[in-house]
């Protein structure tokens, strides 16, 4: 048998991450895919949506300009669209393969990665059985990490066809852009697919969730900006409403939604997206005699270590955040700390986030929603993006910038949220704030490009200080300073 110092199941970019620092370390690695190189880190997931989403940018752009010309867009052609798409998923997918490829061709690395395409079982804690259609081979490591991410949750009373009622593996695969469609969950994936069909303008979007609001886990502010813009875009938010029915009838969705008044609606539709979460990969990754514990949301695990003292989970299987920077993280750390130490300590506080909607929203840390949810004290601060002269010069002054510190003399960094354009570009510096568990000084005093969005971060930082150009509560709505007490559930205006 052939015995491996770690075999890493799932090629995600979890995996991918693990196997590459494991290399790092002269480590004998075996990096096992079941499917595609990448996982949903590229096909169906974070790259082939976000390559839908900057095409969708761009043809809304294309509209708006042409409008000044009194001209109106021809129609986007779906294949069109749909193979820029594949061609973006397939340069990534060659490039990790190509990798692969030079790493097994290298002098330097070739005797340490092995890569194989196969589905993984761990059979006993050193024992890893890899299936392909014909053969079935088994190998033995000293370590094994499970990088098996999940995949799209679905609803039992819902008909989920993947043809008509589809999920986020299949939407992309459509022939052409629906008339009409409805998306059930308005969370991140829900509200970027929105975004996206409705940027193409060619399909009359409805979006339903079960919380009273879309983002229902984001602060109220940043849901007006967001619902203000898909209702322009001709987005349909169905409010108050629960989905009681979904059925397909003669080829059409046909959904039926009570409203908390107690009356009923029927709403009929070409397609349908169901976008309520994403479960866990569990299911034969190990067998009964591998006591892995998980609950409901995936592997329970210590910085990585599960139950097993030799297995490590990384990345969507495990129990907490879905991202591509959070398993690659994940993954980089459990090869630190089962071959060396780990540079630093796996904190999730400093995590920065994109949701690529319209326009994009940027966050660090806390929201008010999860501050007053730990029953912190905070005093925030909110620049609109009216005041921001590169917005003004973008034509663009949608949004604004919020930033949240502790209510003490330190005023250190609980979190922000950035909604507008360049969003994810103003937060960075204060993500790295965060991280060095820094005070705000250090960013009001650096100085800023000017014209640039970041210059709000910094006008942000000074009104929190009392020394912004622009004073706070002048303007209406402008600059505002505040702080919340827990104690008394109340806001005050500083
Ligand atoms: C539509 C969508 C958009 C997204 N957008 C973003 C975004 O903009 N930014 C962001 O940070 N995140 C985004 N995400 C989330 C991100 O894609 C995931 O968090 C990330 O891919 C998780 O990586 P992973 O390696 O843990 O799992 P995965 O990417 O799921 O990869 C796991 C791999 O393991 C393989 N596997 C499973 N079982 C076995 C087995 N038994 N043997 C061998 N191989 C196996 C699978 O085939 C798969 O390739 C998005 C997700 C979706 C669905
Ligand atoms: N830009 C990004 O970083 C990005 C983009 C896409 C996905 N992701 C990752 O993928 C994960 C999964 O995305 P998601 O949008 O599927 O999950 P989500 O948790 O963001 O949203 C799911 C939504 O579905 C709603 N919901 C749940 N059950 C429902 C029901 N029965 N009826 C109606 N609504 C219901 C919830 O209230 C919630 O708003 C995200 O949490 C994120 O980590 C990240």
């Not at 061609?87 to 060659?94: G, L, M, S």
């Not at 088994?138 to 499970?146: G, L, S």
């Not at 203000?228 to 987005?235: A, W």
């Not at 921001?388 to 209510?407: H, N, S």
């Amino acid at each position: 048998m052939e015995k491996y110092d770690v075999v890493i199941i799932g090629a995600g970019p979890s995996g991918y991450a693990a196997a590459m620092r494991a290399v790092d370390f002269k480590k004998k690695t075996l990096l096992i895919e079941k499917n595609t190189l990448g996982g949903a880190g590229i096909t169906n997931g974070a790259l082939s949506s976000k390559t839908w989403w900057e095409l969708s940018r761009d043809m809304l752009a294309f509209r708006k300009n042409l409008a000044r010309y009194n001209m109106t867009a021809p129609a986007t052609i779906w294949k069109e669209i749909q193979l820029e798409v594949n061609q973006a998923v397939k340069e990534r997918i060659d490039l990790l393969q190509d990798h692969l490829n030079q790493l097994k061709h290298s002098s330097q690395y070739n005797t340490y990665l092995d890569y194989q395409t196969g589905t993984a079982e761990i059979i006993d804690e050193h024992t890893i059985r890899i299936s392909t259609e014909n053969i079935n081979t088994d190998v033995e490591a000293d370590y094994i990490i499970i990088a098996s991410g999940s995949r799209p949750r679905i609803l039992p009373n819902i008909p989920i066809d993947e043809k008509h009622i589809l999920t986020s593996d299949t939407i992309e695969n459509m022939d052409d852009f629906p008339k009409s469609m409805v998306i059930v969950g308005a969370g991140v994936i829900g509200c970027e697919y929105a975004t996206i069909f409705a940027g193409f303008g060619q399909t009359k979007v409805y979006l339903i969730d079960k919380g009273d609001t879309i983002l229902p886990f984001e602060d109220q502010d940043v849901v007006a900006v967001i619902e203000k813009t898909l209702e322009e875009q001709g987005v349909h938010i169905h409010r108050n409403s629960t989905l009681v029915n979904m059925e397909i009838k003669d080829g059409q969705v046909v959904y039926q939604l009570e409203f908390s008044d107690g009356h009923t609606e029927t709403f009929e539709v070409e397609k349908a997206l169901i976008s309520v979460g994403r479960v866990p990969n569990y299911e034969n990754i190990w067998s009964d005699a591998v006591p892995i514990k998980m609950n409901r949301r995936g592997i329970e695990d210590t910085d990585t270590n599960t139950s097993v003292k030799n297995i490590y989970a990384i990345g969507d299987i495990t129990a907490d955040i879905n991202l591509v920077n959070v398993g690659e993280l994940e993954g980089r750390y459990a090869i630190e700390k089962i071959f060396g130490k780990p540079c630093r300590q796996l904190v999730y506080e400093n995590i920065s986030t994109i949701m690529f909607l319209n326009p994009e929203v940027a966050g660090v840390g806390l929201n008010e929603k999860m501050a007053k949810e730990q029953g912190l004290n905070y005093k925030a601060v909110t620049v609109d993006y009216t005041t921001i002269p590169r917005a003004i010069a973008k034509r663009d002054t949608q949004g604004f910038i919020k930033l949240l510190v502790t209510d003490d003399d330190e005023m250190k960094v609980l979190g922000m949220r950035v909604v507008g354009e360049q969003a994810s570009s103003a937060i960075q510096a204060v993500a790295l704030l965060i991280s060095m568990d820094k005070g705000i000084e250090e960013l009001a005093e650096c100085v800023h490009p000017h014209p640039s969005i970041t210059e709000g971060i910094q006008e942000s930082v000074r009104a929190l200080l009392g020394k912004s150009i622009l004073k706070s509560g002048l303007l209406k709505n402008k600059v505002n300073c505040y702080c919340y007490n827990c104690e008394k559930e109340e806001l005050r205006a500083f």
